[in-house]
């Protein structure tokens, strides 16, 4: 008996009509469907008349749980990997399970469809010909930090994912790290409150943070790194003298340099360390 094939099919971020003809006939051809949240995913075949059987994926236990519908896939079973929403691998569970199944040589066939950065991207009115998307941040503040240090000189625009419970700490983590930029945040993408709030980073934390609450998924676009806004480093550096032999002190001085610069608070900090022991 040959062995099955496991499908990758992108679902809809929000709106349950944004499906594919293609990705509706390969979850009904199938012999059983891997899901994230098998209550999410029960929603959108009910809504499109499928019903079939579905086995939980979830994040947590993915690498467990992936070797037991490889081998079902082995055994002559094609299978569809379905996330709660968007393409499954992409800040969802996915990618052991495709390695797993790689690894017995089965072949994966992506299904493509709706994806929230790139609706995001695509209507946020910031460049869009080269992008770096960096998922959900890490929790800790440390890697955070580390993480956005690493993406500060890039000039591609940045892409993250955030729950509605952090934005505004990662808006506040962005813009100390990264210095102030235009930015956007889309909220709720093809759903009925679908909202994209563009401006500078310290605007939109000003905006957000007089909101009661926060709702729905949402993706923050950030403009890249762009050379001819920056100051040169000598002009930097004057600034800071001049600030530091006013008195002022320099965790302050970073930070207003910062949004004035386009030099992030941390690097502002760094030289200001140094400019104070010559």
């Excluded at 460049?127 to 440390?142: A, E, N």
């Amino acid at each position: 008996m040959p062995i099955g094939k496991l499908f990758l099919v992108a679902t809809p971020i929000g709106n349950l009509s944004d499906i594919s003809e293609r990705a509706l006939k390969t979850l009904r051809d199938v012999a059983f469907i891997a899901c994230e949240d098998t209550r999410r995913t029960r929603i959108l075949l009910q809504h499109h008349g499928i019903s079939l059987e579905l086995v939980s994926l979830p994040a947590f236990d993915e690498a467990h749980r992936a070797k037991a519908i490889v081998e079902r896939i082995a055994s002559g079973q094609d299978c569809a990997l379905v996330t709660d929403a968007g393409t499954p691998g992409i800040s969802d569970p996915g990618e052991k399970l495709v390695g797993e199944a790689l690894a017995r040589d089965i072949q994966v066939v992506p299904i493509p469809g709706a994806s929230a950065f790139v609706s995001a991207l695509s209507a946020s009115g910031l460049p869009t010909s080269r992008f770096h998307f960096l998922g959900f941040l890490p929790r800790k503040d440390s890697e955070r930090t580390t993480m956005l240090d690493e993406v500060e000189a890039l000039s591609a625009t940045l892409l993250i994912y955030e729950s509605p419970r952090r934005v505004l700490e990662t808006l506040a983590k962005c813009l100390e790290v990264l210095g102030d930029r235009r930015a956007c945040v889309a909220r709720e993408l093809t759903k009925v409150h679908e909202e994209f709030l563009r401006g500078m980073l310290s605007e939109l934390i000003s905006r957000l943070r007089d909101r009661e609450e926060i709702k729905g998924e949402v993706v923050i676009v950030i403009q890249g790194r762009g050379e001819d806004e920056r100051w040169e480093a000598e002009k930097l550096r004057a600034a800071l003298e001049a600030g530091l032999q006013s008195g002022e002190k320099l965790k302050d001085l970073a930070k207003e340099l910062s949004r004035r610069s386009g030099w992030s608070s941390q690097q502002i900090y760094r030289l200001g360390l140094s400019v104070k022991r010559a």
